[in-house]
């Protein structure tokens, strides 16, 4: 099993900035994708911003010049740098990784999800 750990969530106001963080562990051969998703009330879940083993990245277009991903390897965690926070950004965020555990078994893995809050 992989399990992953997020931390970071909270609230704060409009204009401010939180970082987020997902640390995977357990059974890990090598790590794809790492990424964020968030869902809002009523909403269906969307995707936030991903990276690559090889570091290429992707963004919605929503979150684009605000939010930063990077990622450890040496640790295997994501990080979500949010900046310029706007109302629009409340969700629950689920941090997701992709890879294998086996050379023959690849995993599809959610973290329990970190609230964000944004108030105006």
């Known amino acids: 099993q992989v399990q992953l750990v997020e931390s970071g969530g909270g609230l704060v106001q409009a204009g401010g900035s939180l970082r987020l963080s997902c640390a995977a562990s357990g059974s890990i051969l090598s790590i794809n994708v790492m990424g964020w998703y968030r869902q809002a009330p009523g909403k269906q879940r969307e995707l936030v911003a991903n990276i690559t083993s090889g570091g290429s990245t992707n963004y919605a277009d929503s979150v684009k010049g605000r939010f930063t991903i990077s990622r450890d390897k040496a640790k295997n965690t994501v990080y979500l740098q949010m900046n310029s926070l706007k109302p629009e950004d409340t969700a629950v965020y689920y941090c997701?990784?992709?890879?294998?555990?086996?050379?023959?078994?690849?995993?599809?893995?959610w973290g329990q999800g970190t609230q964000v809050t944004v108030s105006s």
């Open positions: 997701n990784t992709v890879g294998r555990r086996t050379a023959l078994t690849r995993y599809d893995s």
